[in-house]
Nanobody, 121 residues
Framework: QVQLVESGGDLVQAGGSLRLSCVASGNIASINVMGWYRQAPGMQRVLVASIRSDSNTNYANSVKGRFTISRDNAKNTVYLQMNSLKPEDTAVYYC???????????????WGQGTQVTVSS
């Protein structure tokens, strides 16, 4: 059984900062990619940022220069540092991990339960 647990969501004023964390636990052999997605009310879930095991990163254009993704492989943890937050960043943020289990070679994707980020103007 694998679990992803997010934390760090909050209400913040525009221009402020937040740091999200996500810890993966369970019978994990390795994590290939960890990422953050977000979903605003009435909208589809979209990629915010992702980071591979070799630290190669990818960002949505809307957050480049403001958000930074990082990971601690030893702790199976991914972080999202969010600076210069805007009201349009308001959404539920979900952690995602593409990983292999100790029980076999297959790759699976798991999601966290989400954490609410609200940016007031």
């Amino acid at each position: 059984q694998v679990q992803l647990v997010e934390s760090g969501g909050d209400l913040v004023q525009a221009g402020g900062s937040l740091r999200l964390s996500c810890v993966a636990s369970g019978n994990i052999a390795s994590i290939n990619v960890m990422g953050w997605y977000r979903q605003a009310p009435g909208m589809q879930r979209v990629l915010v940022a992702s980071i591979r095991s070799d630290s190669n990163t990818n960002y949505a254009n809307s957050v480049k220069g403001r958000f930074t993704i990082s990971r601690d492989n030893a702790k199976n943890t991914v972080y999202l540092q969010m600076n210069s937050l805007k009201p349009e960043d308001t959404a539920v943020y979900y952690c995602n991990a593409e990983l292999t289990l100790e029980t076999g070679p297959w790759t699976y994707r798991y999601w966290g339960q989400g954490t609410q980020v609200t940016v007031s103007s």
